[in-house]
């Protein structure tokens, strides 16, 4: 059953930008480790970016790296993927998720979102 909740995702053109947000309603995530994963059909789930529960450590996949932003904001319980530079390679479903602690392992982590969908057309 779904934990998280993703918003934010939609079609856009190479070279624009979109913000994910992920929020969780019903529970407080203030002590985990908060990701963003990406899956194209027929792959496997791949880390996007992920923050430890302290804010003070974080982890980008090599294709995003720069390019991305994940911040989060423990007051608000919510979690946020600032994507510039988008390309059309980052066409996927894009899922929120959180865990005990930061790994770039989807299996990791516990708790998961329903996932948004992200097209970027060239």
């Known amino acids: 059953q779904e934990q998280l909740v993703e918003s934010g995702g939609g079609l856009v053109r190479a070279g624009e930008s979109l913000r994910l947000s992920c929020a969780a309603p019903g529970h407080t995530f203030s002590s985990y480790a908060m990701g963003w994963f990406r899956q194209v059909a027929g792959n496997e789930r791949e880390l996007v970016a992920a923050?430890?529960?302290?804010?003070?450590?974080?982890y980008y996949g090599h294709e995003v790296k720069d390019r991305f932003t994940i911040s989060r904001d423990i007051a608000r319980n919510t979690v946020y993927l600032q994507m510039d530079s988008l390309k059309e390679e980052d066409t996927a479903v894009y899922y929120c998720?959180?865990?005990?602690?930061?790994?770039?392992?989807?299996?990791?982590?516990?708790?998961w979102g329903q996932g948004t969908q992200v097209t970027v057309s060239s």
């Open positions: 923050v430890s529960w302290s804010g003070g450590s974080s």
């Open positions: 998720a959180a865990g005990a602690s930061l790994d770039n392992d989807y299996r990791s982590y516990e708790y």
